[in-house]
């Protein structure tokens, strides 16, 4: 019994990761789906890749989405731009965003 509790605690715990927003992240907007924006230069693409599952349990979606879209603002700089847009949906916990350096709001 000790056992099992143990293995659902240690299951529970890995289950709960969480991804950092950066100091340069929270400069990245992230652009509702659609067409491209205007007066934004396209700067390539960002992809993103957490845990979607751990062991035989799948985790929450809407928090594995939370966690692409924080990892790809934190990317973004590195590619040059200051927003991303979701180019698709997660699958697999992995996500794909288009990059892009847009004017200041």
Known sequence: MRVLLLSLLTLSAT????VPIEP???TVRV???GPAPSGCQTKGEVVVTVKSKVAFYNRNPLRVQE???TLA???A???G???VQAAGQPADGSQRF???QCPPR
């Open 77 to 79: 700089p590195s590619a």
């Open 24 to 26: 340069v992240g929270k």
């Open 81 to 83: 731009a200051n927003a």
């Open 98 to 100: 288009l990059a892009f």
């Open 31 to 33: 652009l509702p789906a």
């Open 73 to 75: 603002r934190n990317e």
């Open 15 to 18: 289950a709960c990761t969480w």
């Open 67 to 69: 966690e692409l879209e």
